[in-house]
């Protein structure tokens, strides 16, 4: 059975809550780290079956990644000095590519 066009868009709520800053560094540190950690072991993989194999791709994901949690990193210091808290939400998409 070939699912119906809405069947093949899946929404999943991951996270969801107001953190506290050292909360928050330790859930996004988290969850990045895990995402740069998942590109370096795929490209690992590949490059062992083509030694040849450019890192160029993956490098600027890793770069991106970073980019991204260093500027959420001075949001979180900038709630920790103005004594604040951060709401967070993760929402991951998922739909089904023939």
Known sequence: MIP?????????????????PSE?????TSII????????LQHLSLWEKDHTISSDSVNELISELNFKKNNLKR???QAKETG???SIESM???????
């Open 84 to 86: 604040s808290k951060l």
């Open 75 to 77: 949001i979180i210091a």
């Open 24 to 28: 928050a560094n330790d859930v996004i």
């Open 92 to 98: 991951f998409e998922i739909k089904l590519v023939q």
């Open 4 to 20: 119906q066009k809405q069947d093949q868009i899946q929404r999943l709520q991951l996270l969801e809550g107001s953190f506290t």
């Open 33 to 40: 780290d895990k995402n740069i950690n998942f590109y370096k």
